[in-house]
Structure formats: structure tokens, C-alpha cells
């Protein structure tokens, strides 16, 4: 076992930690929305209206606070008005992921009662890349507008009387590949006309985001931020997943991998830190009053679909790895909070770096999912100044432990901690400035690497009670390989 010092200074308090940060992606892809989140009325699978009880039970658990929805790329081909009106009415569309057949039983209606549910906030993203101006501006009316107007009178109709509160609002989706294909002096002036369009109806305020970079394209983010200005756009959009092999033929399987490949989707993931870093300093430039956040949108590990599932369907399981994965995200997020404002991982339920997994009627939570709950207390708090003296995986220069330290509204600190070596256990000599400890509680995540959740298996990870000791001045914290560990110190 190695030790490590980490020290922290509640009285340097750096940036608030906004709750959206720990927000999901959903779009209509393989089996994220139907049969996902959606089954129908009829359905035996417990339900209120078509939306199934026991995955909005779960997100009320982790506190998700915002969904974004309905795509990705299904977003810029999705026309809204087929979606709405009597369920057996409504035209079906081809679903360009596996072209299959979307009947379009879930619309916007059914995405709202959804949020309702889960009680986060809706974020829509708009179609430019083959919608219309009318179009979105139609449908903004259509959902927020409380006055008389076509599109209100058809919501009413439709059975909605009151207009929703609508706050996010992409538009365009990675216009810059299935949005369009567009350079980004295209979309800037493209950006412009459809955001004239975008009205604030009824005292409801419109927060619109521009498709921002993929990854590393610096030069998307400068033109954007240069032509579209931040008075224009309150968010701008990355997105980056983690591949193992870094090449996207043959990207590596989901449980199937060995340790260098574990440390090569470690070492890919946090590119992103650098990533975030270089595209905040181009936002600095244009925006030092930070009225334009970075806004993460599509975020998670992207690997080979599980053998004898639908290639375009994007199934993968879910590992401890991707446990790792989430909280040094989640940690870099924070650490750039004075910038990031949210984001969501990629997807919500049964696609990619899912939090949630469905077969028929079962359901079960991933590490990933543990992740969030071990991070919820981060949501809103303040981050504090923290150090680690760390120790780098020799073979493949990472830091081993990632950590994030905030404090609430009512004094209390929240510390996570992981560490991502396969084979070092560390001993953190946490050292708190001016602070009484009175009572510390702690949680732990752990296994072996490949160690996952699965129907057969739904309770191979979980979250454990853990110890964590008070020392003079702080706290001794033992962190096992491969682990995530909450905990929570109140003075
Ligand atoms: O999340 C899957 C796809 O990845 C999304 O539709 C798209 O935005 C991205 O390329």
C-alpha cells in the first residue's frame, strides 16, 4: 500500500458545481426510448401513461436533473408535428439508426410527462439540418406559448392546456456530420437565423446552445464564438467519446478487455481535461464574462455492441471500467465548472455508457449508475480547493486517484475519490484546513474491473457502507484498486 497527502481549503472556494453536470442523454436509437424509457399504456410492464415506474424511480434516486432528448442525430431528421394528436393518428418514420420503424407513440407530450416524472428539466434539441425555421419555431410556440395561437389551441387540443416550461434548447445537432455537414461558418449563419425565430413566449426564457466541436476541432469553437457572439447563445456543445483502441473500426469489446486496454480508455478519457481546457481558452478570448457555457452533450465510452445484437443499436454492457471512467469525467467537469455548466452522458438507458439497462420487463443499474449516486451530493454544491500528491501509472503516465471536494448550502463536505490503478491500494492522509471534524460517513464502489451488473447478476456491483477514519486535521481514506469512494464530513 502507498500514501498519499491530500489536502483541502474550504476556505478557497473555486466555482458552483451546477446540477446539470450530472445530466443524461436519450435519443431514439436501439432501445433507449422504446422499451427503454417507454413501453405504452398497455404494456404489463408497470407504467404511468406508456412510461415505465421503474426506471423513473431509479433516476429520481441519482437526481438526475436534466434529460436532452430526442436526439443526437435522430434530432435533425425528427419532425415534431408527427409526434403529437391521437397515438393511432400519427404518421411513423424510418429510424435512420438500423431503419427501423418509429411509430412515433413518443412524442413530445409523452417526453414532458417523463420529465415531470423523473422531476428534471426537458432539453430539446431542435432540427436544423432538415427541419425548417417554421418548424422549430412552431414547435417552441407550440409547447410554451399560454396565450391564443394555432399552435397553442392544437397543444390544447392535443390535451395539454397549460404551455410547459421549456429552458434548454439545442439547436442542431453535430452539424458539422449528421446535422448537415455543414463547415462552421455555414452553421454560424444558419445558427443566427433559426435563433431570430426562437422567441421567448409567456415569461418562459429560452437558454439555446449551439452545436459546438467535436473533440478537438479548436477551429469550430473559434468561428462559432467569433460570427455567432455570446449574447447569441447561452451554450456551446462538445462532444467527445472514449474509444479504447482509439480507432473506430474495431473500437474494442465492453467486458472483454485486458490491462492495457483498461489504461488505454483511462488515458482516452481524460484527454478530455485538455480538450475542455484548450476550448475554454478560445471561449475566454470571446467571452471573459463567461456568458456562454461549455456545455458537454454527448460524453461516455463507445465500444463494439455486444455480439449478436443489433449493430445499430449501439448495446454494450457496462463495467467497473466504466465506473472509473464516469467519476474522472465527472471530476474533470467539475474541476472546469467555472465554464462546463452541464452535461450529459451518452445515453441514458440501453445505448453506449448506459446508467440504466432494460430486457423486458427486468431492469438494472450499472456501475456507472452507482457512479452518479455516489456523486449526487456534488449537484449544486460549491468546489473547493483540493490537491493530491498522486502517483503516475508508470507505463502509462496517469495519475492514479481522481478526487472532487464541495461543500453545500448547509456546510456539509462531500468528498469522491477514485483511483484507477488494477493493482495499487492507497492510503489518502486527507489533511481539511480549519475544520472540526464532528461525524464522517463514507460509501464505496469496487471490484475487479470487468466486474459487472447483468439480469441474470443484477447486484454483482453495488455500493457498499466503507470507513473512513478521523485523524487530527482530517481523515485517513483507504482506497482499494479500482475503486470510487463518497464521503461525507459534516463540522
Ligand atoms: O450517441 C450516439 C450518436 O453519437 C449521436 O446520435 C450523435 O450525436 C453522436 O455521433
Redesign the pocket.
Known amino acids: 500500500m502507498k500514501n498519499l497527502r491530500m489536502i483541502v481549503n474550504p476556505n478557497d472556494r473555486r466555482s458552483h458545481i451546477n446540477k446539470e453536470i450530472y445530466g443524461n442523454?436519450s435519443?431514439h436509437?436501439g432501445r433507449c426510448i422504446y422499451g427503454g424509457f417507454y413501453v405504452g399504456a398497455d404494456s404489463t410492464i408497470p407504467n404511468t401513461d406508456g412510461i415505465r415506474n421503474d426506471v423513473v424511480e431509479a433516476f429520481r434516486k441519482i437526481k438526475l436533473p436534466v434529460l436532452r432528448w430526442p436526439?443526437?442525430?435522430?434530432a435533425d431528421e425528427y419532425h415534431w408535428q408527427d409526434a403529437v394528436g391521437d397515438v393511432s393518428e400519427r404518421k411513423g418514420v424510418v429510424n435512420n439508426w438500423g431503419h427501423v420503424a418509429d411509430d412515433n407513440s413518443f412524442g413530445t407530450h409523452e417526453y414532458m410527462k417523463l420529465c415531470e416524472l423523473i422531476g428534471c428539466e426537458p432539453y430539446i434539441a431542435g432540427n436544423l439540418g432538415s427541419g425548417t425555421v417554421r418548424e422549430l419555431m412552431d414547435w417552441i410556440d407550440y409547447m410554451t406559448f399560454d396565450g391564443r395561437s394555432p399552435m397553442a389551441e392544437l397543444r390544447r387540443k392535443n390535451g395539454q392546456d397549460k404551455a410547459w416550461k421549456l429552458k434548454y434548447l439545442g439547436i442542431g445537432?453535430?452539424s458539422w456530420?449528421?446535422g448537415g455537414n455543414m463547415t462552421p461558418e455555414t452553421y454560424a449563419e444558419h445558427y443566427l437565423r433559426y435563433n431570430t425565430f426562437c422567441r421567448n413566449y409567456s415569461g418562459n426564457e429560452l437558454f439555446r446552445i449551439a452545436c459546438g466541436p467535436n473533440a478537438d476541432d479548436y477551429n469550430w469553437t473559434e468561428v462559432c464564438m467569433k460570427k455567432i457572439k455570446p449574447e447569441n447563445m447561452q451554450g456551446l456543445s462538445l462532444?467527445y467519446?472514449t474509444v479504447p483502441t482509439g480507432n473506430w473500426e474495431h473500437k474494442g469489446s465492453s467486458t472483454d478487455f485486458d490491462e492495457k486496454e483498461y489504461y488505454s480508455t483511462i488515458c482516452g478519457t481524460m484527454r478530455i481535461d485538455e480538450i475542455i481546457t484548450h476550448h475554454s481558452e478560445i471561449m475566454n478570448r470571446f467571452d471573459p464574462r463567461h456568458k456562454t457555457g461549455l456545455i458537454v452533450d454527448?460524453w461516455g465510452c463507445w465500444y463494439d455492441v455486444e455480439p449478436g445484437t443489433n449493430p445499430a443499436f449501439?448495446y454494450q454492457l457496462n463495467t467497473m471500467r466504466d465506473a472509473i471512467v464516469a467519476a474522472v469525467n465527472l471530476d474533470i467537469f467539475n474541476r472546469h465548472s467555472d465554464r462546463v455548466i452541464m452535461a450529459n452522458i451518452?445515453?441514458a438507458v440501453n445505448?453506449?455508457q448506459s446508467v440504466i439497462l432494460t430486457e423486458g420487463e427486468k431492469m438494472i443499474v450499472t456501475p456507472t449508475y452507482h457512479v452518479f449516486d455516489l456523486y449526487k451530493e456534488h449537484q449544486d454544491g460549491t468546489l473547493i480547493y483540493s490537491h493530491c500528491t498522486n502517483d503516475m501509472i508508470s507505463d502509462h503516465k496517469i495519475p492514479a486517484v481522481s478526487q472532487t471536494v464541495s461543500i453545500n448550502d448547509s456546510g456539509a463536505m462531500h468528498i469522491t475519490l477514485s483511483n484507477c490503478s488494477l493493482t495499487e491500494e492507497y492510503e489518502i492522509n486527507c489533511g481539511i484546513l480549519d475544520t472540526k471534524i464532528n461525524s464522517v460517513s463514507a460509501r464505496i464502489l469496487t471490484g475487479d474491473a470487468h466486474d459487472h451488473n447483468d439480469f441474470d447478476k443484477p447486484e454483482a456491483v453495488v455500493i457498499k457502507p466503507y470507513d473512513a477514519e478521523t485523524v487530527h486535521g482530517g481523515l485517513k481514506i483507504k482506497l482499494p484498486p479500482c475503486s470510487v469512494v463518497a464521503v461525507e464530513v459534516n463540522a
Open positions: 442523454f435519443e436509437l436526439g443526437g442525430c435522430f445537432n453535430e456530420g449528421c462532444h467519446y454527448e449501439l451518452a445515453q445505448v453506449l
